[in-house]
């Protein structure tokens, strides 16, 4: 009989920490309902105690969530413990994680306490969290560079304390896999009642091993691994959820364990993610990377065409890819494209949002034949800013763009809803564009990146653009989608500049595992 895997997603906490991948109430809650779908047992919904915005997202996803584990992150001090608490007081099931960091250097140049005093507040965050629930974890941060003999002495106090689940975080990707899972065998051997508790992962991707060195824990006795999907979070991110449930079934031969998630659901949930971050995922990514089930090599389809496995170790519709990629037109109906979304894994949260998105579907196949379920993903990105936090929206646009002449573009936006006219040159299209919005919102922005990819093949196809801003620390990423590409550019830079001006500021806690 095989032991049950947990999986803990952190995306909307340590997956957020990514610069520009900040999210909103409501697109955090969009998340957690497809993480719940995807049946993931904990979902850590936020940092309670960072801002109001994140307190408030929490207990919404609290709310929202019967069958997962909702989780808040909280230090080791009463203020962040007692938000923690009351966010999560809604939940079906809910759990504080707390943490405290035990590596020298942490202890010594950040901490600025002595060992004794970290082990007294670890013990005394745990007797806090115990007020509110009876499912406590534990994390001691930077443990991948902690001493083992101190590591042993703080878990032997906190379980003693109540703590129920044990995080053995490598925070700075600094692991290797041989050496990591040696660290857990032995504190699972060396520490009184480690049978008592469940014994946790959490691997950042510094050195390119989050997923080997959670993987060799997990062959070491660890029985809960904290990720995130598509590998979101902060530096080079963290263990991806996707490749490390698609390894434990893969490889059942090897591993005693086995995940309750819908592995099914993993495409949909990687797509919404990529989608409301406005990071993309790349095509070679594992799992769910656009060539991940591709052959170009005649070998390769020779032999997939003869027999699958010859070369796949996956079948695609296993982890959500779509066979039937043509799906709808300009005569399909609104039940067709809602039916369509469902089964792709959107959920549009109201009718008012689901009219707003068939009206695009309308637009879009009146100018683009043939639209695929990646044209379906690209259109509804653009409905993540809600009505009321839309303050800029495009009414039209004008660009002349000719061999020898400066670009110039004119645009009307609606702001607050009030008309106004803006118009620009510049150095291309896009540039005279951007300028012109500017000379309408003057909202002193710093533009960081500005990506464009192609959605699907043909000349005809959208393009989806990504637009980061900056502004005052924090960060932002707009997304768009259309087959004109400047139209493309000005919608996902209006995205970027409604979530700056959104009501939801963050701000961002000092402190991570």
């Not at 942490?106 to 745990?126: F, G, N, T, Y």
């Not at 949260?349 to 100018?367: G, I, P, T």
């Amino acid at each position: 009989m095989k032991q049950h895997l947990v999986i803990f997603d952190t995306t909307l906490r340590d997956g957020e920490q990514s610069p520009g991948a900040s999210m909103t109430r409501e697109e955090k809650i969009r998340v957690a309902r497809q993480l719940e779908k995807m049946r993931v047992d904990v979902i850590e919904a936020g940092f309670a105690a960072a801002s109001p915005g994140d307190f408030d997202a929490i207990q919404a996803i609290a709310q929202a969530i019967k069958d997962s584990t909702v989780c808040s992150l909280a230090r080791a001090n009463e203020n962040d413990i007692r938000r923690a608490g009351e966010a999560i007081k809604p939940a079906n099931s809910g759990r504080i994680h707390t943490f405290i960091a035990t590596s020298p250097i942490h202890m010594e140049k950040k901490l600025r306490m002595a060992p004794d005093q970290v082990v007294e507040q670890a013990v005394r965050s745990i007797a806090w969290a115990r007020e509110y629930t009876d499912d406590v974890e534990f994390s001691a941060e930077d443990a991948g560079r902690s001493d083992i003999d101190f590591l042993c002495r703080i878990f032997d106090e906190v379980i003693r304390a109540g703590a129920t689940t044990i995080n053995v975080p490598d925070t700075v990707g600094y692991n290797i896999p041989f050496q990591y899972a040696e660290t857990l065998r032995q504190l699972i051997e060396r520490v009184p009642n480690a049978d008592k508790v469940v014994w946790s992962v959490h691997c950042h991707n510094d050195l390119g091993l989050a997923v080997a060195n959670s993987l060799a824990a997990v062959l070491a006795g660890a029985r809960q691994v904290e990720c995130t999907i598509n590998g979101l979070g902060e530096r080079a991110g963290n263990a991806s959820l996707e490749e490390i449930v698609m390894a434990v079934r893969t490889r059942g031969d090897v591993f005693p364990v086995e995940t309750r998630v819908d592995s099914t659901q993993i495409v949909p949930a990687s797509k919404l993610v990529s989608q409301i971050t406005g990071y993309p995922v790349q095509p070679n990514k594992a799992v769910v990377g656009a060539n991940a089930f591709a052959h170009e090599s005649g070998i390769h389809q020779d032999g997939v065409l003869k027999h699958r496995e010859t070369y796949e170790i996956m079948r695609a519709e296993d982890v959500g890819w779509s066979q039937n990629k043509l799906v709808l037109g300009k005569h399909s109906g609104r039940n067709a494209f809602r039916s369509r979304l469902q089964e792709l894994g959107i959920e549009l949260e109201s009718d008012e949002v689901v009219n707003a998105a068939f009206a695009r579907f309308k637009e879009l196949a009146d100018r683009k034949h043939e639209i695929f379920d990646e044209d379906l993903h690209a259109l509804v990105s653009d409905e993540v800013v809600t009505p009321d936090q839309e303050r800029y929206k495009l009414l039209y646009s004008h660009v002349c763009s000719e061999t020898g002449e400066m670009p110039h573009a004119k645009v009307i936006l609606s702001v607050d809803g009030s008309e106004r006219k803006g118009e620009a040159s510049g150095g291309g299209p896009v540039d005279a564009t951007f300028k012109a919005i500017e000379s309408i919102a003057n909202s002193g922005a710093e533009l960081m990146l500005y990506s464009v990819n192609a959605i699907t093949t043909g000349t005809d196809a959208q393009g989806e653009v990504t637009t980061r801003l900056s502004k005052e620390g924090r960060v932002v990423n707009g997304n768009g989608a259309d087959t004109d590409i400047v139209i493309a550019s000005a919608r996902s830079y209006l995205n970027a500049l409604n979530k700056l001006h959104s009501s939801l500021d963050k701000v961002r806690a000092q402190g991570d595992i």
